[in-house]
Nanobody, 119 residues
Framework: QVQLEESGGGLVQAGGSLRLSCALS????????VGWFRQAPGKGREFVAG???????LYADSVKGRFTINRDNAKNTVALQMNSLKPEDTAVYYC?????????????WGQGTQVTVSS
């Protein structure tokens, strides 16, 4: 069983930066794909960024060039560096992990962390 815990959310002004972190339990972390999703009030959950076990990454068009995902297998963590934040980035951000490290399908979810960007 994989457990995920997000941290790093908060309130920031537009144009600022935040770094989210996702800590994963489990001995096979390096074989998992990990992704970040977000859900704004009144909207559905949307994919933000993902990283496969081999290091390949994928980003939503809305965050490309502003957000960076990376993983530290030694520390069982995945980070999402968010720069040039916009008010429309305001959402609850969720970390997810998938047993199939070669695909962006996810089996486990964290509880989420709130990111609020003020204008």
């Amino acid at each position: 069983q994989v457990q995920l815990e997000e941290s790093g959310g908060g309130l920031v002004q537009a144009g600022g930066s935040l770094r989210l972190s996702c800590a994963l339990s489990g001995r096979t972390f390096s074989t998992y794909a990990v992704g970040w999703f977000r859900q704004a009030p009144g909207k559905g959950r949307e994919f933000v960024a993902g990283i496969k076990s081999g290091g390949n990454t994928l980003y939503a068009d809305s965050v490309k060039g502003r957000f960076t995902i990376n993983r530290d297998n030694a520390k069982n963590t995945v980070a999402l560096q968010m720069n040039s934040l916009k008010p429309e980035d305001t959402a609850v951000y969720y970390c997810a992990a998938g047993r199939n490290g070669g695909s962006y399908s996810f089996d486990y979810w964290g509880q989420g962390t709130q990111v609020t960007v003020s204008s």
